[in-house]
């Protein structure tokens, strides 16, 4: 029991050789809290707020008082956490109730029955958006609240407990051991050790950091920059820290914060190769396409193999329009993984662009043979078949690509251009608008949207 403690610690001062006898409760005390007599007796501290200083075996009621109050809040941020897990089931379950009808349910239901359904669900796309933008919004207010709140706390800079020699080395372990699941995209998995790790020596930022990496393959981005900082509050100048906090930036699209992150990387170490790979990515996204090839050339000096570069500058020629070039680069990148899918289904891409139609569907067909799943590869071939005029092969193709995904633009795009070549505008025009509601800038659409309202006026 805390109570069975005796406490003896020796004074700090120079030339005071007596144990500790008194402390101060004082919130406002600026002057260091235990003094022995001579401190007291010489130094005269403590004299405006002398009601707040004790003996030193008060410590103990103290720490149980003090325990307790953080036990007490604890308890009530989880009675708050459980409110708001409650508000938040209630919303999808009653979500779920409205909007998703079991089919053997149907029989159950008359016509006026299915007729409110009907209503309900064909309304359901308008709400669906504004639903997860409040929501993540929310999120976003509420994850930046608790930030300020572990900052102004100074939660991640206390030092009360010394960190022993076989912690850190149980941690060293707990890390290793981590490490090797999350390089076998063992993600969620490996989270579980790292937080053992983190236990063990909360100073170790190695954890920190691969814990955040793993929870950005995990498309948690958010979450894994708030692991990140952390590793960055104990290892500023952390290579894999910075250059990951700006992968999830541009994830997150946040372009010019992204370039500063890998910036300081770069400042770091010029010659780090997924720092300077992920600045010509996000210069591509803003479109600085010449300005992203001299940044990825500079990673391919460094690392002539290092495929997601030569892959990422293939597509800056492709985005130039030097399909040639381009093609030969990703030749390049097949020699290195003859099963690298975007760069088949990127090669397909640049021999559609140029009117290669059926040797653009022979490479992605190779892309979909590895990988059946590969949405842009689907609607690409779409767009290829569609091209060639095999109108029902392609809107089979793009149904499939829209199974996988249904916002993927590209793929809604072509269904629509599908439908209006074969003079079908009504239908198309569902596409248009299905593809304005995710994009609605994107001028190629708004006029094809358009040709098809003045087609079906006529």
């Not at 391919?300 to 990422?312: G, M, Q, R, T, V």
């Not at 689907?378 to 193709?397: D, F, W």
Request: hydrophobic share 35%; net charge neutral.
């Amino acid at each position: 029991m805390i109570q069975q403690l005796d406490i003896k610690l020796k004074c700090q001062e120079d030339g005071h050789q007596d144990e500790i006898e008194t402390i101060c409760y004082n919130q406002f005390c600026s002057e260091f809290r235990l003094n022995c007599f001579k401190c007291i007796k010489k130094g005269r501290i403590h004299l405006d707020h002398l009601d707040d200083v004790e003996k030193l075996n008060s410590f103990i009621g103290f720490i149980e008082m003090k325990s307790q109050q953080c036990d007490n809040l604890l308890d009530d941020l989880n009675k708050l956490l459980e409110s708001l897990n409650q508000s938040f089931s209630q919303l999808k379950r009653g979500i779920r109730q409205k909007y998703s009808l079991q089919q053997e349910r149907i029989i159950n239901l008359n016509s006026q029955q299915i007729h409110d359904y009907l209503n309900s669900t064909i309304k359901l796309v308008e709400y669906k958006q504004s639903i997860t933008t409040i929501i993540s919004d929310q999120t976003k207010k509420l994850t930046h609240t608790f930030n300020n709140l572990y900052q102004q706390l100074q939660l991640s800079s206390f030092n009360y407990y010394q960190i022993d020699d076989y912690s850190i080395k149980l941690s060293k372990e707990f890390y290793d051991k981590g490490y090797d699941l999350y390089y076998k995209d063992k993600f969620a998995e490996a989270i579980d050790i790292f937080d053992l790790s983190i236990q063990e020596n909360p100073n170790n930022y190695e954890p920190l950091w691969c814990k955040g990496a793993c929870l950005r393959f995990l498309n948690k981005t958010e979450d894994a920059i708030i692991w990140l900082d952390k590793a960055l509050a104990i290892h500023p100048k952390h290579l894999n820290s910075l250059s990951d906090k700006g992968v999830c930036l541009r994830l997150l699209n946040k372009y010019e914060d992204a370039i500063s992150l890998v910036d300081q990387a770069l400042a770091i170490d010029p010659k780090h190769v997924n720092s300077l790979f992920e600045k010509g990515q996000c210069l591509r996204k803003i479109n600085k396409y010449e300005d992203s090839i001299s940044w990825l050339d500079k990673a391919i000096a460094i690392d002539p193999k290092h495929i997601n570069s030569l892959f990422e500058k293939a597509q800056c020629l492709r985005l130039l329009k030097k399909y040639d070039d381009a093609i030969s680069l990703l030749d390049r990148t097949l020699t290195i993984d003859p099963k690298h899918v975007i760069s088949l289904s990127g090669k397909g891409v640049c021999l559609r662009k140029i009117n290669k139609y059926e040797d653009a569907i022979c490479w992605l067909d190779k892309a979909l043979v590895i990988d059946p799943k590969h949405v842009n590869s689907l609607g690409q071939k779409g767009a290829c078949l569609k091209m060639l005029k095999k109108y029902n092969e392609s809107l089979q193709v793009l149904d499939q690509a829209l199974l996988i995904n249904p916002q993927h633009t590209f793929s809604l795009q072509q269904k629509g251009d599908c439908l209006r070549d074969q003079q079908q505008y009504k239908k198309a025009l569902i596409y248009y608008v299905k593809s304005l509601m995710i994009h609605p800038n994107d001028q190629y659409t708004i006029n094809q949207k358009e040709f098809c309202r003045k087609q079906l006026n006529q």
